[in-house]
């Protein structure tokens, strides 16, 4: 039995009681602030009554922390509670009146946090743990004696801002140590509503900030953006039927329903939005913060030293930066005598000269600037250009002041396309930024490769706009040639550089692309780059770019191996562009093998079957040819090494017609990661072909395997005494029901266009899984064609392989075959 009784107070309970009471209201009423507000009084009466009920004596009351003491209560939120009392209670009988408050309240299949103490307790407690009193900052009257509610709200405010000098810092130092864990929340694909950088805890952290009386947020948005977090943790409570705060990729689509939003990337959007205000507002407060305790800590001295009315004399020193700017206490401010309304460049040099200076731009500063300042004319000044070009080219501290223009809507103002790729989220997870955050983010990473250009201006702003056209409909390279022409226009670049920056925007994936799934020493290659650059000025630029870009993206983008190849691209591209005879004609020599290759190769040629190397090598330019720790099975077995950093494997075989699936079977049931791939052949010694396969793997735990192993396993493939596929299936079958989250998007097989002269080129986009390339390799051998060469690339979790095929002649297949040929294998593939 719990205490539950029948009886009603006004309209917040019927008489089938609490529970029924709850459901109603969870299932019925309007979401939002009203709701959370609405079950925070139907708790607060039904726990009312329980005290009651349980002969509570004078001197005891109820009172709600946190977030229950906020009117925060998500369907699923813990009850946050204090029994306060006076100290005059037996021990036993104060006992047993918890027992029945709390009882009823787990009966009714709610989590609870609950405490008894004194006021003094009360006190003692906060000051030893920084959690608690945050909590008791809200502490709020439920039921009982009211006036010692009143006491201990009185003390906890008191105790709070007589010690804020000392707490404050302590209050950012775990935020801070919380961001760290859980990540940034308005670029998380999943991310936690109340832990992250920007989420629930911080917007709780302001109100105690407000509360220290030291310093104060920025207010506007605030309430709004802490709202929108709420709704959304209500949905998602109510959806997934349980308590939490991590909004699951598998859940987001629901969720998005229940709010009435049009599909998970709105809701991440409106999410993201939240928190770029809140973070914002956090960065703005804090710095408050320390320049307000920096101040008193220096008045302290200063009065050590003089009397009390000579400190008060001093007035802030203004350093001047450019024309209308100065800083100020650390800060970017406008100068006494600037007129934003005369000055329509003043926002892009106040801008710039913070970045320049490494300094934030100040708040006060930022909505002035808003508020007043002149539109620029379109198209805009050359000073207005240069400025633009002067901020991106800032480095990292680019960053801060265009998030200050950002949260006072200056950038959409500035740029009006801006605003559809404005906290937009990106699906991919090799991308660890929102779009717009990418595009400044590339900016950043260019600043530092403007010594590779003789036109650094274009770089800057290439990088900015580069994915632009994220925010359309179709191919955003196609979408965004057309945008970044029109907002070139508009930042007044004449029309031939307007024309260049188009360009950069339509190809900016086109040097990575090609270096990893297209064969370099084939003249179609390197003639289509540079039919669709142009010239070499457009390629210099590009070139740096794509560097930007992958770096930007995140560490998985971009790597050595990549940079080589995107490198080489750029070299035989700038040849053809300025006439020089391209590299990898019909009658021209193959390209010379590496001597370790040129060994492996003659080894398996003589020996008649596989010879592998497994070769440990950094992926930094500290991986010298002397620092390589080598590892053959042919000649020599060794220890195998931990797995490093980009291990390479060479493998040199007689042709044979199941060369590529058994190879790639074998390192995955090895668990052997690819990361990349190369396949070539040769004929060393005249005898017949050999084929030479090099590998990038990484093992997916432990270290790697034994290069006589492999050896052992792929020759028994080879031979057929390895049934790989079946080894692969059983594994498969033995994982699948232990895999969670969304169901990946389904694979896909092209053939490319104008891919190459010499053979037909087949793009195989897939979820890279154990097993992916081997079950390639089994379709096209299926299928007959030779596999002529292949580039494997791993990009986080997807897989973008080309393989050029030939019929059994050495020729290219014919178009309908080749069609016939994509549509089995993405069959095949599950597709």
Same mark, same amino acid.
């Given at each position: ?26 299932t019925g ?9 609405? *079950? ?13 009920g ?16 906020r ?10 509670v ?9 021990p036993?009988?104060l ?20 405490a ?55 209050l950012?130092?775990l ?14 694909l ?9 989420? +629930?805890?911080?917007?709780?952290? +302001? ?47 629901q ?16 999410v ?30 200063l009065r050590s ?7 008060r ?24 005598t ?10 892009l ?32 000044? #050359? ?9 991106l ?5 680019t ?30 997870p ?51 040639e057309?945008i ?10 004449p ?10 925007v ?30 070499t ?13 992958a770096?930007?993206?995140g560490?998985?983008a ?10 080489? *691209? ?9 006439g ?12 010379? +093998? #590496? ?7 003659v ?7 596989p ?8 992926e930094?330019?500290a ?13 020599v077995?060794?220890e195998?090494?931990?797995a ?13 017609p199941r060369a590529?699936?058994a ?9 052997l990661?690819v ?54 299936a ?35 986009r &897939? ?13 096209l051998e ?7 060469s ?6 986080? &979790? ?9 019929? &059994? ?23």
């Amino acid at each position: 039995m719990t205490a539950e009784t029948t009886e009603t107070t006004g309209k917040t309970e019927p008489d089938d009681g609490y529970a029924a009471a709850r459901l109603r209201l969870l299932t019925g009423a309007e979401s939002g602030p009203p709701r959370r507000a609405a *079950l925070a009084s139907l708790t607060d009466a039904w726990l009312g009554r329980l005290l009651a009920g349980a002969g509570a004596p004078p001197g005891v009351a109820l009172v709600a922390v946190g977030g229950y003491g906020r009117r925060e209560l998500s369907p699923r939120s813990d009850l946050d509670v204090l029994l306060l009392h006076d100290g005059t209670m037996d021990p036993g009988e104060l006992a047993a009146l918890a027992d029945r408050l709390w009882y009823p309240v787990w009966d009714q299949g709610l989590d609870l946090d609950h405490a008894v103490r004194t006021p003094a307790e009360a006190r003692k407690t906060a000051a030893e743990d920084l959690k608690a009193q945050l909590g008791l900052l809200d502490a709020r009257h439920i039921a009982g004696d009211a006036a010692l509610t009143a006491v201990l709200r009185t003390e906890q405010f008191a105790q709070w801002r007589a010690h804020a000098p000392r707490r404050l810092p302590e209050l950012r130092e775990l935020g801070q140590e919380r961001a760290e864990r859980h990540g940034e929340l308005q670029y998380l694909l999943e991310p936690d509503l109340k832990e992250a950088r920007g989420g +629930l805890r911080d917007a709780t952290a +302001l109100r105690a900030v407000a509360a220290s009386w030291l310093a104060d947020a920025p207010r506007e948005g605030l309430a709004a953006a802490r709202a929108t977090l709420l709704d959304v943790r209500d949905a998602l409570h109510l959806t997934t039927g349980r308590g939490g705060d991590r909004l699951a990729l598998q859940d987001q689509d629901q969720v998005a329903v229940s709010l009435g939003v049009h599909g998970a990337d709105a809701l991440l959007r409106q999410v993201y939005e939240a928190a770029r205000t809140l973070t914002y507002a956090q960065d703005v407060t804090w710095r408050e913060v320390g320049r307000v305790l920096k101040a008193r800590g220096a008045r302290r001295g200063l009065r050590s030293l003089v009397g009390r009315g000579e400190a008060r004399r001093g007035a802030p020193e203004r350093t001047p930066l450019a024309e209308g700017v100065v800083e100020q206490d650390g800060e970017v401010v406008l100068a006494r005598t600037a007129r934003p309304e005369r000055d329509p460049c003043l926002v892009l040099r106040a801008a710039a000269a913070a970045a320049q200076a490494g300094l934030p731009l100040a708040l006060a500063t930022a909505r002035r600037l808003a508020k007043d300042a002149a539109p620029l004319p379109v198209p805009w000044p #050359s000073e207005a250009r240069e400025l633009l070009v002067t901020l991106l080219g800032a480095g990292a501290d680019t960053v801060p002041v265009w998030e200050a223009l950002e949260a006072e809507g200056l950038v959409t103002a500035l740029l009006p396309d801006w605003e559809r790729v404005r906290c937009r989220p990106q699906r991919n997870p090799v991308h660890r930024w929102t779009v717009d955050r990418h595009l400044v983010e590339t900016a950043v990473q260019a600043s530092a490769l403007t010594r590779r250009v003789h036109r650094p201006d274009l770089l800057l702003v290439g990088a900015l706009l580069h994915d632009i056209g994220k925010g359309w409909p179709g191919d955003h390279s196609v979408a965004g040639e057309t945008i970044a022409r029109d907002m070139a226009a508009r930042i007044g670049f004449p029309p031939e550089e307007a024309a260049v920056l188009a360009r950069l925007v339509r190809h900016h994936l086109l040097l990575v692309e090609t270096a990893t799934r297209r064969d370099l020493a084939d003249p179609a290659t390197v003639g289509a780059v540079a039919t669709a650059v142009g010239d070499t000025g457009t390629l210099e630029l590009l070139h740096a770019l794509t560097e930007a870009d992958a770096r930007a993206t995140g560490p998985a983008a971009w790597s050595a191996w990549r940079s080589s190849l995107v490198t080489e *691209l750029a070299r035989r591209t700038a040849a053809l562009l300025a006439g020089e005879a391209p590299a990898g004609q019909e009658d021209a020599e193959p390209a010379a +093998l #590496s001597a370790e290759a040129e060994r492996l190769a003659v080894e398996a040629a003589r020996t008649g079957g596989p010879v592998l190397a497994l070769r440990p090598r950094p992926e930094g330019p500290a991986g010298r040819a002397e620092d390589v720790v080598r590892q053959d099975a042919g000649a020599v077995d060794g220890e195998a090494p931990d797995a490093p950093v980009g291990v390479e494997l060479l493998v040199a075989l007689p042709g044979h017609p199941r060369a590529l699936s058994a190879v790639a079977g074998v390192l995955a049931l090895h668990r052997l990661t690819v990361r990349a791939a190369d396949l070539t052949r040769t004929d060393p010694v005249g005898a017949g072909p050999v084929l030479l396969l090099t590998w990038r793997v990484a093992a997916e735990y432990g270290s790697l395997p034994e290069a006589g192993r492999l050896r052992a396993d792929l020759r028994r493939a080879l031979e057929g005494t390895l049934d790989v596929a079946a080894r692969l299936a059983e594994r498969e079958k033995a994982y699948r029901g232990r895999r969670r989250g969304l169901q990946a998007p389904p694979p896909r097989v092209t053939v490319a266009p104008d891919g190459s002269r010499r053979a037909t080129v087949i793009e195989v986009r &897939a979820q890279d899984a154990s097993g992916l390339l081997h079950r390639i390799g089994r379709g096209l051998e299926e299928a007959g064609v030779t596999v002529r060469s292949a580039h494997v690339s791993t990009l986080g &979790a997807n897989a973008v392989d080309a393989f050029y095929v030939t019929d &059994a002649m050495g020729a290219p297949l014919p178009r309908p075959a080749a069609e016939e040929l994509a549509r089995a294998l993405q069959t095949s593939l599950g597709g």
